[in-house]
């Protein structure tokens, strides 16, 4: 597939009896860590049964288009290209596992790194790319700051640059379709374990739990708030155990187990489609590259812990071994895979970047219905 196919058909219900964890107690769902795909990519064949070859092709390839796209951008910022970029490396599998959950009619409001779920569902390369530089292609018209996309089309809400602002907006779109009847919807919200610490995401907690919204809250618990260690973050044994508080369920899994991600992010979406209510799922994942083009990680972080997560914990690598294994995945196939992503991918920079700037009388577009005088004036000024 490309990035600008629309992700993930209309997943089955979920499968319930077939795990053993979402028939613990409430407690243990959020403390424990819900796995399928195993770091060297043995599995739980009970829990692996529902996933056919078809769709761990289409979850190896999104990861995988994932990863060479954010390559490709962080490229183009360390040249002076672009102005800035937030990769998402090492956490591939709790993007695709989400995104793949999710239904057309669902809406997505993000955080920094949750782009992935955007392409996954049919925001296209061109559209991404042209937001980043932020040039005449972009549908915003430059007017948001980078890594900040939106979609229009696939209910895929612009992200927030204050931290967990965003998850009151969540929970208020499922507030909306609870009181429009919207059976068969629900809203995803993505945070980062730093997130948790803010007023916003206790208030969004409360309102879900006390008014049953259809909204599945997604923590990408990738360890460090910027250069905040997790153990500083929280005194909270676990993210997920938060969510007991507000009455919500409370589910945990390994954010690199794309099936693990999958299921949890499944079970939630269907209950809340049913009108059975919220759901707060943390995702353990770890931040294996810098918090953005920005940072430095180098300076406050053991990378040697940094280099296990990257080699032996690696989402993408954890389910080409699984591939293999089964023949699902060809010798080499790795390879033309990853390289006509990349040709796609550098073939839509070239073109997205000889677009020139936003035309100068969009300046006083979107802001009045009609340009008031003031307006024009100013732009007279400056044309």
Same mark, same amino acid.
């Given at each position: 597939?490309?990035?600008?196919?629309? #992700?993930?058909?209309?997943?089955?219900?979920?499968?319930?009896?077939?795990? !053993?964890?979402?028939?613990?107690?409430?407690?243990?769902?959020?403390?424990?860590?819900?796995?399928?795909?195993?770091?060297?990519?043995?599995?739980?064949?009970?829990?692996?049964?529902?996933?056919?070859?078809?769709?761990?092709?289409?979850?190896?390839?999104?990861?995988?288009?994932?990863?060479?796209?954010?390559?490709?951008?962080?490229?183009?910022?360390?040249?002076?290209?672009?102005?800035?970029?937030?990769?998402?490396?090492?956490?591939?599998?709790?993007?695709?596992?989400?995104?793949?959950?999710?239904?057309?009619?669902?809406?997505?409001?993000?955080?920094?790194?949750?782009?992935?779920?955007?392409?996954?569902?049919?925001?296209?390369?061109?559209?991404?790319? #042209?937001?980043?530089?932020?040039?005449?292609?972009?549908?915003?018209?430059?007017?948001?700051?980078?890594?900040?996309?939106?979609?229009?089309?696939?209910?895929?809400?612009?992200?927030?640059?204050?931290?967990?602002?965003?998850?009151?907006?969540?929970?208020?779109?499922?507030?909306?379709?609870?009181?429009?009847?919207?059976?068969?919807?629900?809203?995803?919200?993505?945070?980062?374990?730093? #997130?948790?610490?803010?007023?916003?995401?206790?208030? +969004?907690?409360?309102?879900?739990?006390?008014?049953?919204?259809?909204? !599945?809250?997604?923590?990408?618990?990738?360890?460090?708030?910027?250069?905040?260690?997790?153990?500083?973050?929280?005194?909270?044994?676990?993210?997920?155990?938060?969510?007991?508080?507000?009455?919500?369920?409370?589910?945990?899994?390994?954010?690199?187990?794309?099936?693990?991600?999958?299921?949890?992010?499944?079970?939630?979406?269907?209950?809340?489609?049913?009108?059975?209510?919220?759901?707060?799922?943390?995702?353990?994942?770890?931040?294996?590259?810098?918090?953005?083009?920005?940072?430095?990680?180098?300076?406050?972080?053991?990378?040697?812990?940094?280099? !296990?997560?990257?080699?032996?914990?690696?989402?993408?690598?954890?389910?080409?071994?699984?591939?293999?294994?089964?023949?699902?995945?060809?010798?080499?196939?790795?390879?033309?895979?990853?390289?006509?992503?990349?040709?796609?991918?550098?073939?839509?920079? +070239?073109?997205?970047?000889?677009?020139?700037?936003?035309?100068?009388?969009?300046?006083?577009?979107?802001?009045?219905?009609?340009?008031?005088?003031?307006?024009?004036?100013?732009?007279?000024?400056?044309?």
């Amino acid at each position: 597939m490309t990035a600008a196919e629309p #992700a993930s058909a209309t997943p089955p219900a979920p499968r319930r009896g077939a795990f !053993v964890y979402f028939d613990l107690d409430a407690e243990a769902k959020s403390r424990s860590l819900f796995q399928i795909l195993r770091e060297d990519g043995s599995c739980d064949e009970t829990g692996a049964a529902g996933f056919d070859q078809a769709m761990c092709r289409r979850l190896y390839e999104e990861m995988l288009m994932i990863r060479v796209v954010d390559a490709r951008m962080m490229a183009l910022q360390r040249q002076g290209r672009t102005g800035f970029y937030g990769e998402a490396l090492g956490q591939e599998g709790a993007i695709v596992g989400a995104a793949s959950a999710s239904l057309p009619d669902d809406w997505i409001v993000p955080a920094l790194r949750e782009a992935g779920v955007g392409l996954c569902r049919g925001m296209t390369l061109e559209s991404y790319i #042209a937001q980043i530089f932020g040039n005449s292609l972009d549908p915003t018209r430059g007017r948001q700051m980078p890594c900040h996309p939106i979609d229009r089309a696939h209910n895929y809400v612009v992200m927030s640059s204050c931290i967990a602002t965003q998850i009151p907006h969540a929970v208020g779109i499922a507030m909306a379709m609870k009181a429009r009847g919207d059976l068969g919807r629900c809203a995803f919200g993505f945070m980062g374990d730093g #997130a948790t610490s803010e007023s916003d995401f206790h208030t +969004a907690l409360n309102f879900a739990g006390v008014y049953k919204v259809p909204v !599945v809250l997604i923590c990408q618990n990738n360890q460090w708030a910027i250069s905040t260690p997790g153990a500083l973050q929280t005194a909270s044994e676990t993210i997920a155990i938060k969510g007991l508080g507000y009455g919500l369920e409370s589910l945990r899994a390994d954010g690199n187990d794309v099936f693990a991600v999958h299921e949890v992010c499944r079970y939630a979406a269907e209950k809340a489609r049913r009108g059975g209510g919220p759901t707060f799922i943390e995702l353990l994942t770890y931040r294996v590259s810098a918090h953005s083009s920005s940072d430095d990680p180098s300076r406050y972080r053991d990378e040697g812990v940094t280099e !296990v997560w990257r080699s032996r914990r690696d989402p993408l690598h954890r389910l080409r071994i699984f591939l293999e294994q089964r023949g699902w995945l060809a010798t080499g196939e790795h390879d033309a895979m990853a390289a006509r992503l990349e040709a796609n991918v550098r073939e839509v920079i +070239a073109r997205v970047e000889a677009a020139g700037p936003p035309p100068l009388s969009s300046l006083i577009e979107d802001v009045f219905e009609e340009p008031t005088w003031m307006l024009r004036e100013q732009l007279a000024l400056i044309s």
